[in-house]
């Protein structure tokens, strides 16, 4: 089971982008899915997360501005990043837990990172 990562890039502040992680695998069921993300020098922070039942929870340095959703048919969360700011800046990454077919419990899977530049 592997999640991949993709939409970042550079975009100049005020600018919209929108990230995508998918899941994929032996999958029974993804049940919580979130972003986080790690500026150079600083901590990995949560910037938002979205449950099974689409119950949603954000940072509050990006409340009104980002949105998370899912797509549970394709396994899927995105992240919606509107009006950004260069202190945007940072590598974000997608976790999701998910149980494995086969397997008891939930495993805590992250993606590889994608890079958001926000130039000013």
């Known amino acids: 089971v592997q999640l991949q990562a993709s939409g970042g890039g550079l975009v100049q502040a005020g600018g919209s982008l929108r990230l995508s992680c998918a899941a994929s695998?032996?999958?029974?069921?993804?049940?919580?899915m979130a972003w986080y993300r790690q500026a150079p020098g600083k901590q990995r922070d949560l910037v938002a997360r979205?449950?099974?039942?689409?119950?949603?929870n954000y940072a509050d340095s990006v409340k009104g501005r980002f949105t998370i959703s899912r797509d549970n048919a394709k396994n899927t969360v995105y992240l919606l990043m509107n009006t950004l700011k260069p202190e945007d800046t940072a590598v974000y990454y997608c976790r999701a837990q998910i149980r494995k077919t086969g397997y008891s419990g939930q495993f805590d899977i992250w993606g590889q990172g994608t890079l958001v530049t926000v130039s000013s």
């Open positions: 979205v449950t099974s039942g689409d119950s949603t």
């Open positions: 695998g032996s999958i029974d069921r993804v049940n919580d």
